[in-house]
T-cell receptor
Framework: GQNIDQPTEMTATEGAIVQINCTYQ??????LFWYQQHAGEAPTFLSYNVLDGLEEKGRFSSFLSRSKGYSYLLLKELQMKDSASYLCAVRDSNYQLIWGAGTKLIIKP | IAGITQAPTSQILAAGRRMTLRCTQD?????MYWYRQDLGLGLRLIHY???????GKGEVPDGYSVSRANTDDFPLTLASAVPSQTSVYFC?????????????FGEGSRLTVL
């Protein structure tokens, strides 16, 4: 079956760096997405990786290794507003998105 | 403001009642989706539509139906609601064929079935 694994919850300190990991087993691969979801709100798109390597976008970076079925989201210079859930999703061979359960990130002052 | 509008934002419903969740987008996206989100689980696809006039079943379609009469609207109907359908429902759209094809989500409809 298809599966996306990511930690349920992580805690980090304001100003620090945190890495959220995502491993996947899917039927085919057509890209990996990271979304941010604040409590009670809709998910919003953060990043997209389809080739191996690092994609950087401001304080956020996302890495992909297709051979390892692995990605991570790196958040630098953490701010209190980064407290949210981070969702990893993989687009499979049928171009359908398979979603992880999300990682709740708690930022402490 | 361009985007996706869902209605209602919240609803309490008696079991056995019929309910339609509305979804409208003004981005002219060809693909639209309905997801449910439950605590501890990832977003689960209920139904989708790749283009107006076509629909498909997702991972958890039982008890739900959809229609796609035009590009903008994609309503989700619960014919006879059951308590297990208590959830937060998100409508989303994407421009299939675009470089990333990321999903844009509505604000969600919180449904409680008693």
């Amino acid at each position: 079956g298809q599966n996306i694994d990511q930690p349920t919850e992580m805690t980090a300190t304001e100003g620090a760096i945190v890495q959220i990991n995502c491993t996947y087993q899917t039927s085919g691969f057509n890209g990996l997405f990271w979304y941010q979801q604040h409590a009670g709100e809709a998910p919003t798109f953060l990043s997209y990786n389809v080739l191996d390597g690092l994609e950087e976008k401001g304080r956020f970076s996302s890495f992909l290794s297709r051979s390892k079925g692995y990605s991570y989201l790196l958040l630098k210079e953490l701010q209190m507003k980064d407290s949210a859930s981070y969702l990893c999703a993989v687009r499979d061979s049928n171009y359908q998105l398979i979603w992880g359960a999300g990682t709740k990130l708690i930022i402490k002052p | 403001i361009a985007g996706i509008t869902q209605a209602p934002t919240s609803q309490i419903l008696a079991a056995g009642r019929r309910m339609t969740l509305r979804c409208t987008q003004d981005m002219r996206h060809n693909a639209m989706y309905w997801y449910r989100q439950d605590l501890g689980l990832g977003l689960r696809l209920i139904h989708y539509s790749n283009t107006a006039g076509t629909t498909g079943k997702g991972e958890v379609p039982d008890g739900y139906s959809v229609s796609r009469a035009n590009t903008d609207d994609f309503p989700l109907t619960l014919a006879s609601a059951v308590p297990s359908q208590t959830s937060v429902y998100f409508c989303a759209s994407s421009a299939q064929g675009a470089s990333t094809g990321e999903l844009f989500f509505g604000e969600g409809s919180r449904l409680t079935v008693l």
